[in-house]
């Protein structure tokens, strides 16, 4: 089964930190997604990568960045937290061939305090 | 544009009724169809999944799904549920050539004894 890791499952930062979620998938699927989860806001996608050094911005990219400089690693950082930015944050692969859905990982539930 | 509701926020069934839950898309085309369940705290797992061929699909953990291109629904059902049921369920939708995902909002389910 291919696993989707996130380092930590909770964090508590404070407001004006730089934070790094980390997110690495072990069967080499070459896109990986950074979702937050909000109540009654179901997933909202942030940033996407197709490839290394790749990305593409979501629906919600504002106040966040990512990086992947190798392919089973995928990172989301919030250049300066702020506390809107609370929320659980899902990590997805998906590999093109066969079609399988994504992958997520346990999430991490940030608190911005 | 496309969009993907989930009309119920919350529903409660009793242990070993039958579930229907409820899903509709905005699509000219044929998308591709997704159920996810979320336990509490944890990441999203694949229910089941449609690409093409038999409208009826058949998941894990005795769901299943009936695509309905007429009415644009792919409603989740299943048959006798257990209390082990009770997370919540989103449904996600693929659309076109592109690997993002919009996800409903979610269904909370609860179970009662």
């Known amino acids: 089964d291919v696993k989707v890791t996130q380092s930590s499952r909770y964090l508590v930062k404070r407001t004006g930190e730089k934070v790094f979620l980390e997110c690495v998938q072990d069967m080499d699927h070459e896109n990986m997604f950074w979702y937050r989860q909000d109540p009654g806001l179901g997933l909202r996608l942030i940033y996407f990568s197709y490839d290394v050094k790749m990305k593409e911005k979501g629906d919600i990219p504002e106040g966040y960045s990512v990086s992947r400089e190798k392919k089973e690693r995928f990172s989301l950082i919030l250049e300066s937290a702020s506390t809107n930015q609370t929320s659980m944050y899902l990590c997805?692969?998906?590999?093109?061939?066969?079609?399988?859905?994504?992958?997520f990982g346990s999430g991490t539930r940030l608190t911005v305090v | 544009a496309q969009s993907v509701t989930q009309p119920d926020i919350h529903i409660t069934v009793s242990e070993g009724a039958s579930l229907e839950l409820r899903c509709n898309y905005s699509y000219g085309a044929t998308p591709y169809l997704f159920w996810y369940v979320q336990s509490p705290g944890q990441g999203l797992q694949l229910l089941l999944k449609?690409?093409?061929?038999?409208?009826l699909v058949q998941g894990i953990k005795g769901f299943e799904a009936e695509f309905k291109r007429s009415q644009s629904s792919f409603n989740l059902r299943k048959p006798s549920v257990h209390w082990s049921d009770a997370a919540e369920y989103f449904c996600?939708?693929?659309?076109?050539?592109?690997?993002?995902?919009?996800f409903g909002t979610g269904t909370r389910l609860k179970v009662l004894a």
């Open positions: 997805a692969s998906y590999r093109v061939a066969g079609r399988s859905g994504y992958t």
């Open positions: 996600a939708v693929g659309f076109g050539g592109t690997y993002k995902y919009i």
């Open positions: 449609y690409f093409s061929g038999d409208t």
